[in-house]
């Protein structure tokens, strides 16, 4: 199981259900689960039916975004008590409008507000420090790869005009640095009406995650592609 934590109750799935599909192939490996932490109420927004990205730092804080409250980002403490919610509804500095992503490195954190089209970046005391507003509209993950630089991804366009407006297809992966310059882009252009998945990896690396093609990619922190892998038996989902 490639990862440490498991949030359990998202998406609509109950907090009993957990299935791990096939047979793994390290005799001395186990599988163990136990139950860390609740976060959030049983019901309404920000319960744990309701969370879209769940993201815990360092120190045991987690932040939380709602798939029904998407204008802020509630705080908790590692022992489950709420402590603050950053933002609120609107378009000023310190608002957002439908929050898709949010990831946090090294006191740094990014949200993509996809209703405003732009991303916020927030420091160690959970202030938004700088908003990036985005040429292209859509936007829908992000990821820091180090304190300095993060990539964010964008829906690709449904309408054979808008895909004329931009000439050619734009690549799904767009690195930026921290204070809002764009870096380059990168990888495979997308099909019409498609989102790329990304998750960050060692030394300022990026996984891509390409489901229709059933493809995880590799690239490093200046775009190329290093690695890629290719099975017909699964599908990337997040």
Do not use: M
Request: charged fraction near 20%.
């Amino acid at each position: 199981l490639a990862a440490a934590g498991l949030v359990c109750g998202s998406w609509g799935f109950s907090t009993n259900d957990l299935v791990i599909r096939g047979r793994g192939t390290c005799g001395a490996c186990r599988v163990r689960i136990a139950h860390v932490i609740d976060l959030g109420r049983n019901a309404g927004p920000f319960s744990p039916t309701d969370q879209s990205n769940v993201v815990r730092t360092v120190d045991g804080r987690y932040y939380v975004s709602s798939l029904f409250d998407q204008s802020s980002i509630a705080v908790y403490a590692a022992s489950g008590q709420l402590l603050a919610h950053i933002g609120s509804e609107g378009r000023g500095p310190r608002e957002f409008l439908s929050i898709t992503a949010i990831d946090l490195l090294n006191g740094v954190g990014v949200a993509v507000d996809a209703g405003n089209s732009r991303v916020a970046v927030l420091n160690e005391r959970d202030s938004v420090v700088r908003t990036i507003t985005f040429k292209f509209k859509l936007p829908r993950n992000v990821r820091l790869i180090d304190d300095s630089q993060f990539v964010a991804t964008f829906l690709s366009p449904a309408r054979p005009d808008d895909r004329r407006r931009r000439r050619d297809p734009e690549p799904p992966y767009h690195l930026y640095s921290i204070d809002g310059r764009e870096q380059g882009v990168f990888g495979i252009p997308l099909p019409p009406n498609k989102n790329a998945l990304i998750s960050a990896g060692p030394h300022s690396t990026v996984w891509g995650f390409t489901p229709e093609d059933y493809t995880i990619s590799l690239y490093n922190a200046h775009g190329a592609q290093t690695r890629t892998l290719h099975r017909s038996d699964f599908v990337p989902a997040n």
